[in-house]
């Protein structure tokens, strides 16, 4: 297959615009009107990665359905890679928003409803992977899993709504900012700072699937020579 | 034979299995009243402390945990017996297979509440709820349905695999969690409020979403699930 855009230059390509999103979010962006003050800077950074999580396990969704249809080991393959990298963006949500919510509301953990989904999001996907240590056979562990990552996918949405509407007992939910109306001084900054992070994706998929792609025929090699 | 008599024919079998060994059943009911006992003193930090607000979540955290055990039965019973080869080899649908099999561990999962309601509402609920009966049936049905349905797909998976009842919590209990807010919720509000439908009308609707989408998704990926 032709490459479009090398891998370096997608490397490149993200941190550039990441950069420029962190100057700008700290130089251009005005400090946040509300409470939470200079803390919001780290939103420029926490919601592209939620985003970008998010994105990762739509793909593996649509590579699941992919797999099921064809059952071309390469969609399952796609489909992996792209749960492990979102599995790595969710860790880093989580670990973004605890700090956001230590500055912000002076509490590392409080259970707002998108990181409660982010936390059963990182369980879920955490199952995903001992699935698959847990079967042997490559068809099998591919159906299996494909199976479990769209159900998991399913599941996403139902729990962010019922964590967000449904809450526990009698309490309301205590925050409930949408952060819809962005000025647009800070939607440039989170913008940018958004392409860049889905420009990282897109080069983390890439050599993902490129390694994995080479460890499939470092072991047909090793079982053609008999070991 | 027909998809309804399949469907009959499968579902019967299983519970005349369980009639006549009754292991899965007794195993379940006693697990679920040594929970009452269990929780009792896990939250008794004062003496005489009113567990009504509580109530809810400890039935349901038992349910699940319950259902736990009797999916891992179940489906150990088939494969150890090579039951399901048998099945498979049938000319039944693979998704009539789900359906009996998501129907008889209701039918078990129902059979404990019969026994777990009453008796958790008598040691901790002060209050009478009669009044709200109706609507505590419709959610104790409707989160079932989805807790069967979402744990009939996973053990079938999870018993194909190495590590079998070890993977089936792991897999099932992040799943489940929207269902456990939803039915803890309203349960709860029964328990405690007494507030008729008004209140749980879209705890109820949410659950019936949960189902009919997790009924669907089953039923289109259930024929990978269960394998050739």
Redesign the interface.
């Known amino acids: 297959m032709k490459k479009l855009v090398s891998a370096p230059a997608l490397f490149l390509g993200a941190g550039a615009f990441l950069i420029i999103g962190v100057v700008l979010a700290f130089w251009y962006s005005p400090i946040d009107a509300s409470s939470m003050g200079f803390s919001q800077k780290i939103f420029y950074y926490h919601a592209p990665i939620a985003e970008t999580a998010l994105v990762a396990f739509g793909i593996s969704f649509v590579a699941a359905i992919a797999y099921?249809r064809t059952q071309n080991l390469k969609w399952d393959r796609l489909s992996v890679v792209c749960v492990r990298l979102g599995l790595l963006f969710s860790i880093l949500v989580m670990a973004t928003g605890m700090i956001w919510g230590k500055a912000a509301w002076d509490s590392w953990w409080d259970w707002e409803p998108r990181l409660t989904t982010f936390l059963?999001v990182c369980?879920?996907y955490a199952?995903y992977f001992?699935?698959r240590s847990?079967?042997?056979e490559e068809q099998?562990r591919a159906?299996?899993a494909?199976?479990?990552a769209?159900?998991?996918f399913?599941?996403v949405p139902?729990?962010f709504?019922?964590?967000r509407?449904?809450?526990?007992?009698?309490h309301p939910a205590v925050i409930t900012s949408g952060g819809t109306g962005m000025p647009g001084s800070m939607f440039l900054s989170f913008f940018l700072s958004m392409i860049g992070m889905t420009l990282l994706l897109v080069a983390l998929i890439r050599r993902d699937l490129q390694i994995e792609t080479l460890k499939d025929r470092v072991s047909d090699l090793k079982t053609a020579l008999g070991g | 034979m027909s998809g309804w008599a399949q469907f009959m024919a499968i579902l019967r079998k299983d519970l005349i299995r369980e009639l006549r060994t009754r292991d899965m059943i007794v195993s379940m009911i006693l697990f679920v009243l040594l929970a009452m006992v269990i929780f009792h003193y896990a939250f008794s930090v004062k003496g005489n402390a009113d567990l009504t607000y509580f109530t809810g979540g400890m039935l349901w955290v038992t349910f699940i945990f319950a259902m736990l055990l009797g999916l891992n039965r179940s489906f150990a019973q088939e494969k150890d017996e090579h039951c399901l080869d048998g099945l498979l080899l049938c000319p039944v649908d693979r998704v009539t297979i789900f359906f009996a099999k998501t129907a008889g561990n209701l039918v078990f999962l129902l059979i404990i509440q019969v026994v777990a309601v009453p008796v958790f509402a008598l040691f901790f609920v002060q209050r009478s709820f009669v009044s709200d009966l109706l609507p505590f049936l419709l959610v104790l049905l409707l989160a079932d349905i989805g807790i069967c349905a979402l744990g009939t797909l996973l053990a079938t998976i999870s018993m194909n695999t190495r590590s079998r009842d070890l993977l089936l919590p792991i897999l099932f209990l992040p799943l489940i969690v929207p269902v456990l807010i939803a039915a803890t919720g309203a349960t709860t509000l029964v328990f405690a409020e007494g507030v008729g439908f008004g209140t749980v009308v879209a705890r109820l609707l949410f659950l019936l979403g949960f189902d009919a989408v997790f009924l669907v998704a089953a039923w289109g990926t259930y024929d990978f699930a269960i394998g050739e």
Do not use: K
């Not at chain 1, 509407?165 to 009698?170: D, I, T, V, Y």
């Open positions: 099921l059963l369980f879920l199952a001992v699935l847990v079967v042997d099998r159906t299996y494909a199976v479990f769209i159900i998991a399913i599941d139902i729990t709504f019922a964590t509407f449904l809450p526990a007992g009698m």
